[in-house]
């Protein structure tokens, strides 16, 4: 198994991208897996880095990236001690990089990977973001989408937007590192600029390719009925509701275990036969 990690991508708004990418070096092109991190997620959270071996050792290539500004830098990949970065993220910036990391793909001279098989899976706000990129971009040939979001748009009220745009920021709170994150209104202004591109709604019912959603019914951040919503627009997909299941699936970080908790295995099944199919 060949992995590459902490690879450095020049993105297109004056923030690397850090990536890893690995595969069995057999001399067979493999499709490759391109998996996008959620909001305050990170490429090596809790058991991404296992969850790269496993679908490598299942005959895949395999990309995990971080978004240029998801408040890593290239000395430390892991957490956010980039806050000013974190703070002028936007879907915009998100979107150009999943061009960045395709557009890489194509260009790294390997016999190892069928750049004619490129598959996206994205968690969370990331799956949002995964489902618009399909939509844009046709080198994605399957969409895999995991807790997903079905709005980008409308998740402040009016009441927090107005504060926001007179504040200029918006804090969120990191339970786990005890951060005071910033969300500078820029991402506010990207949303409103860019109403129609970012709506996961349109989007959706423009897909024409094979689009497995998986949920948990216990998902108390990204609530089931989203799911249901994405699946009612996508036309070709597949909704796979995993009972009791958090937004997580079980994991957490920094991730200990030896093994994968039950329902990322069951995900991780889940996913491995929509794409074998």
């Not at 990418?21 to 909001?39: C, E, Q, S």
């Not at 996961?200 to 094979?210: G, T």
């Not at 909704?239 to 275990?257: I, M, N, Q």
């Amino acid at each position: 198994m060949l992995i590459s990690k902490n690879d450095i991508v020049e993105g297109k708004h004056n923030k690397p991208i850090v990536l890893d990418y690995g595969f069995k070096a057999n001399g067979t092109p493999k499709p490759i897996l391109v998996f996008t991190h959620g909001f305050k997620g990170f490429k090596d959270w809790g058991h991404f880095n296992e969850m790269m071996g496993f679908f490598i050792e299942k005959g895949f290539a395999f990309l995990k990236f971080n978004f240029s500004h998801n408040g890593g830098t290239i000395e430390q990949p892991i957490d956010f001690p980039d806050l000013e970065a974190f703070g002028n993220n936007n879907y915009t910036k998100e979107l150009d990089d999943i061009t960045t990391v395709l557009d890489w793909i194509e260009n790294l001279e390997t016999e190892e990977i069928d750049k004619n098989q490129i598959y996206l899976i994205g968690h969370s706000r990331g799956g949002g973001i995964a489902i618009l990129a399909a939509h844009e971009d046709n080198r994605i040939k399957k969409l895999i989408t995991w807790a997903a979001v079905s709005d980008l748009i409308n998740r402040y009220s009016q009441e927090v937007i107005t504060q926001w745009e007179k504040e200029g920021v918006l804090y969120i709170e990191n339970s786990r590192t005890n951060q005071q994150m910033p969300l500078y209104y820029q991402l506010a202004e990207d949303t409103l600029n860019n109403l129609e591109r970012f709506n996961i709604e349109l989007a959706a019912k423009k897909l024409r390719l094979p689009h497995l959603i998986i949920h948990g019914t216990a998902d108390e951040v990204v609530r089931i009925e989203e799911a249901h919503q994405i699946n009612k627009w996508s036309k070709d997909s597949l909704l796979e509701e995993v009972e009791g299941a958090d937004h997580v699936f079980g994991s957490k970080h920094p991730y200990t275990e030896t093994s994968f908790p039950d329902d990322v295995q069951l995900v991780l099944d889940k996913t491995l036969a929509f794409l074998q199919k």
